[in-house]
Every structure is written in C-alpha cells, then in structure tokens.
C-alpha cells in the first residue's frame, strides 16, 4: 500500500500562484510514477501532470502547460506541483496519484486515472477572480 497526503490547497487571487505537495509512505517512492488529477464541482477528474519515477519525464495537460510545474524530491517521498498565473477555471480539489513505475516514460503519458494505484484525499484549491 501506498498512502498519499495532499496539502498546500488554499485560497488565492487569479494570476497568483500556490505550490502542492503530496507526501508518500508505505512503499519505496522511486518505484512509481506520479501524477496529479482535479476534479472541479460537476465535472470528471481530469489529468493535469505528470512525472516518471526518476523526474527526467513529465507530462501537462494542454490546459496548464507553461503555467504548473510538476517535480519531485525522492529523498523525501514528495511530489510537488507549481501552480503559477493561475485562472478562476483551476479552482478544483487536487489530488495525487501513484502508479509502479520505474521506466522512463509512462503509458499515455501518464493521462489515464485507470493508470493509477494509488490515490490522495485530494486538497482544495479556489481561485477568486
């Protein structure tokens, strides 16, 4: 098992910028694949990044690409997701998401929610415009 904490969720102003992180435990973290998700009122949860075990891959969803940046920090079991100039369309609840991985791509590009093993409570974000 592999247990995934969100935090860093809040409040913040369009064109603002908050950073997620999502802690690991249970399992070796540098066996999976990450990936981040949200899930905004009424609509499906969606692919928003990802990135392969050792951090050299990453994937975004058009929708955030060159605003958010996914990293991680294997040394402490930590994935990390950089939110800049965000819009009142990213508010959703965030989540984490774990998939055993250690190759240096991942299968559609990590987009896929049936792709993943594990998955956070997720955190809030909301941006006001």
């Known amino acids: 098992q592999v247990q995934l904490v969100e935090s860093g969720g809040g409040l913040v102003q369009a064109g603002g910028s908050l950073r997620l992180s999502c802690a690991a435990s249970?399992?070796?973290?540098?066996?999976?694949?990450m990936g981040w998700f949200r899930q905004a009122p009424g609509k499906e949860r969606e692919f928003v990044a990802a990135?392969?075990?050792?951090?050299?891959?990453?994937y975004y969803a058009d929708s955030v690409k060159g605003r958010f940046t996914i990293s991680r920090d294997n040394a402490k079991n930590t994935v990390y997701l950089q939110m800049n100039s965000l819009k009142p369309e990213d508010t959703a609840v965030y989540y984490c998401?774990?998939?055993?991985?250690?190759?240096?791509?991942?299968?559609?590009?990590?987009?896929?929610?049936?792709?993943?093993?594990?998955w956070g409570q997720g955190t809030q974000v909301t941006v006001s415009s």
């Open positions: 249970g399992r070796t973290f540098s066996n999976y694949a």
């Open positions: 998401a774990a998939r055993f991985s250690t190759g240096d791509t991942i299968l559609a590009g990590g987009s896929q929610r049936f792709l993943y093993n594990y």
């Open positions: 990135i392969t075990w050792s951090g050299v891959t990453t």
